[in-house]
């Protein structure tokens, strides 16, 4: 990686200190010169902070002072690596880790076509490492907005490495954004507050003529976690706000998950359980029908 090169890797923490740490000191055994590590917590609880204070050095940790989410968290990051003249930003959740030539591997090919605005690795299981968590994510337009992780569940050693540019946005976990991108796009999205920022942001870049990309030579690999409440509200409520954006006929999508939900109720007075986290996918549709991004 030459000076010109600068690239800042970004690591967003909230209550998960352990996993951030060890991202950092996987980050830095990667030996890059031009590579500057930011840990980004969004007002975590006391406990979890002095963590980070302990293991981080000041110059890189940056304590917020209140969580106002994925993206709005991540642009305190890349604000400062744009003041810093940064070519390349490099996002990545606290549960990934990444292969020695992973970094090599995406910024090669970023070099090699400048029209790339965003691309992402392979990402593997880090419970099963030699299978596929996703090769780039797709997106349909059908009556459920549907969302796709390529590849997902092949073996690794089944699917040939490539570079593929028929993706549709790349997964927000590892995702190596260029700078002037950013500048003509303009920061990740905060109105979300969770999922589906990266989505929106890919959108915009496709349709300036940017292109996304995904070296699937590069390999990382995360932790996938079981599901909470908070996961099903935002994601019902995002997926909703994002295509009420962007579908071109919301009413059939909006129609779909109304249909899927009164039917979970409707099931429950034949003896039927309610799936879980009933409730947080009812309070997410309704916010996602009823605001606007």
């Not at 302990?54 to 003041?83: E, T």
């Not at 070296?215 to 996961?231: H, Q, R, Y």
């Not at 034949?270 to 799936?275: A, E, I, Q, R, V």
């Given at each position: 990686m030459?000076?010109?090169q600068l690239?800042y890797?970004?690591?967003?923490?909230y209550?998960?200190?352990?996993?951030s740490?060890a991202?950092f000191r996987?980050?830095?055994?990667?030996?890059?010169k031009?590579?500057v590590i930011?840990?980004?917590?969004?007002?975590?609880?006391?406990e979890?902070?002095?963590l980070?204070?302990?293991?981080i050095p000041?110059?890189?940790l940056?304590?917020?002072?209140?969580?106002?989410?994925?993206a709005?968290g991540?642009n305190v990051g890349?604000?400062?690596?744009?003041?810093q003249?940064?070519?390349?930003?490099?996002i990545?959740?606290?549960?990934?880790r990444?292969?020695?030539?992973?970094?090599?591997?995406?910024?090669s090919?970023?070099?090699a076509?400048k029209e790339?605005a965003?691309?992402g690795p392979?990402i593997?299981r880090?419970e099963d490492?030699?299978v596929?968590?996703?090769?780039?994510?797709?997106l349909y337009?059908?009556?459920?907005?549907?969302?796709?992780?390529?590849n997902?569940?092949?073996?690794?050693?089944d699917?040939s490495?490539?570079?593929?540019?028929?993706i549709?946005?790349?997964?927000g976990?590892c995702i190596?954004l260029?700078?002037?991108?950013?500048?003509?796009i303009?920061?990740l999205?905060?109105k979300y507050?969770?999922?589906?920022?990266e989505?929106h942001w890919?959108?915009e870049?496709?349709?300036?003529g940017w292109?996304?990309a995904?070296?699937?030579?590069?390999?990382?690999?995360?932790l996938?976690?079981?599901?909470n409440g908070?996961?099903h509200y935002?994601f019902?409520r995002?997926?909703?706000?994002f295509?009420k954006?962007?579908h071109?006929?919301f009413k059939?999508?909006?129609?779909?998950?109304?249909n899927l939900?009164?039917?979970?109720?409707?099931n429950?007075?034949?003896g039927k359980?309610f799936k879980p986290?009933y409730?947080?996918?009812?309070?997410g549709f309704?916010a996602?029908?009823?605001r606007t991004i």
């Amino acid at each position: 990686m030459t000076t010109s090169q600068l690239t800042y890797a970004i690591i967003l923490n909230y209550n998960s200190s352990e996993e951030s740490i060890a991202l950092f000191r996987n980050l830095e055994e990667l030996n890059e010169k031009s590579l500057v590590i930011l840990v980004i917590d969004n007002a975590s609880p006391e406990e979890d902070r002095q963590l980070l204070k302990n293991a981080i050095p000041k110059s890189n940790l940056i304590l917020n002072n209140s969580n106002k989410g994925y993206a709005a968290g991540n642009n305190v990051g890349i604000n400062i690596a744009l003041q810093q003249e940064a070519e390349y930003i490099w996002i990545l959740n606290p549960d990934i880790r990444v292969e020695k030539e992973s970094l090599q591997l995406l910024l090669s090919t970023m070099n090699a076509d400048k029209e790339i605005a965003a691309i992402g690795p392979r990402i593997l299981r880090r419970e099963d490492k030699e299978v596929i968590f996703s090769d780039g994510e797709k997106l349909y337009f059908d009556e459920k907005c549907s969302t796709e992780h390529k590849n997902s569940w092949l073996k690794d050693i089944d699917v040939s490495g490539s570079k593929d540019y028929d993706i549709d946005y790349v997964d927000g976990s590892c995702i190596l954004l260029r700078a002037s991108a950013i500048k003509e796009i303009g920061m990740l999205p905060e109105k979300y507050f969770l999922y589906f920022e990266e989505t929106h942001w890919c959108v915009e870049a496709k349709r300036k003529g940017w292109k996304l990309a995904v070296n699937s030579n590069a390999k990382v690999f995360n932790l996938t976690s079981e599901k909470n409440g908070i996961f099903h509200y935002y994601f019902m409520r995002n997926r909703l706000l994002f295509c009420k954006r962007y579908h071109p006929n919301f009413k059939t999508v909006r129609r779909y998950y109304f249909n899927l939900l009164l039917n979970e109720f409707l099931n429950r007075f034949k003896g039927k359980y309610f799936k879980p986290f009933y409730r947080s996918r009812l309070k997410g549709f309704f916010a996602g029908v009823y605001r606007t991004i």
